[in-house]
């Protein structure tokens, strides 16, 4: 399917007026780096609207997505201020980005065929969060749920006293974790990585048969396995910063989401990372 670049060409595009503007500033165009094939969404923050970044504090109502299946994502109770709203200058520094407020912002996108993904899954979204839950207390990053028997999320979790465990080993404060309601399947890193606070990475999770292998920043960080495959198709709607139930809302600055069906290998997880890694300034 074909995927959206910039008016001015693949690869580039100017902001301000041209290369004399005191603010023309190149900007990559990371659809020219990061991994196409199977992917089903794909939203930027430097092309919101589809081709141009947004104006800090610009309320658009839709996050264009550039994935070319034209599942866009519908910005719900966004204020368009430093907290709640399009912001970032596009600088490493600063990129653009949408923050959610985490009490009830969020982004929706309507159930589409390209979503009801009954195999193979993987994720990567490119986050800074802010907060970290109390214990046992869930930050969605994206799900796919709203009722019915088979559901997903992946989600942010602080369960070190007495909640989730691989094992004998407790998920970490902001420890990345994938759920999914059929057969009540949760898969936990049995690693040590977390996210960090106040800091741009990607977070990723492939979803392989029965092995769910979690990635900060390209690299592995854990894996778990559940006893059957987990992503049987559902026509709700797949919800960024919370979980489809007004719930589980993230506090997090959030500059890019790619979604794929199919299960990426470790090289294509790290080429998507090194894609952003620049312009988030990791």
Known sequence: MPVRYPKSGRGFHSI???????????????????VLAGLVLYLDAQMADGTNPPSSGSLPGTWTDLSGNANDGTLTNINGNASSGWNGDGTPSDPYHLQLDGSNDYVEIADDATLQIDGDITIAVTINPQVNGTDNDWHCLIAKRGGGASEWEMFLQNAAAGGFYNGTNPLLGGAPAWYSSLLSNYAIPNGTSVAALNTWQEVCVV??????????????????????????????PVFIGQNGGAAEYMQTKVARVLVYDRALTPAEVAQNFESIRERVNI
């Open 207 to 236: 979803v392989s048969g029965t092995t769910i292998t979690f990635y900060i920043n390209g690299v592995a960080v854990g894996t778990d396995t559940v006893a059957a495959n987990t992503r049987q198709t559902n026509t709700n």
């Open 16 to 34: 301000g007026g041209g290369p004399s503007s005191a603010n023309f500033r190149a900007v990559i165009d990371d659809a020219a780096a990061a």
